[in-house]
């Protein structure tokens, strides 16, 4: 029933910005964590942010003070503000939240694509 809904990806110039967003539906729970990761075409999926319900961040090393994550007090939104965005940014973006019970339960979205070109 937990549904992760990614939005708010399409195509970009070598140097702007887009917001993305994921909604979450379905869960009659608050999650630990919910967060970002992003795959590119021949690349593992790799980490891009992630937030604690207590506001904790973590960010991979190649954002570089260029994203921002930030979530609704309910933890059933997340975001992905991105700033100077590059090729090499061009991925397919998914959001991921995680419950912790007597072992966590992760959950994935969709995904979203970006993509960075002039």
């Known amino acids: 029933q937990v549904q992760l809904v990614e939005s708010g990806g399409g195509l970009v110039q070598p140097g702007g910005s887009l917001r993305l967003s994921c909604a979450a539906s379905?869960?009659?729970?608050?999650?630990?964590?919910m967060g970002w990761y992003r795959q590119a075409p021949g690349k593992e999926r790799e980490l891009v942010a992630v937030?604690?319900?207590?506001?904790?961040?973590n960010y991979g090393d190649f954002v570089k003070g260029r994203f921002a994550i930030s979530r609704d007090n309910a933890m059933n939104t997340v975001y992905l503000q991105m700033n100077s965005l590059q090729p090499e940014d061009t991925a397919v973006y998914y959001c991921?939240?995680?419950?912790?019970?007597?072992?966590?339960?992760?959950?994935w979205g969709q995904g979203t694509q970006v993509t960075v070109s002039p």
């Open positions: 937030i604690t319900n207590g506001g904790d961040t």
């Open positions: 379905g869960s009659g729970f608050r999650f630990n964590t």
């Open positions: 991921r939240a995680v419950h912790s019970s007597v072992a966590p339960i992760i959950y």
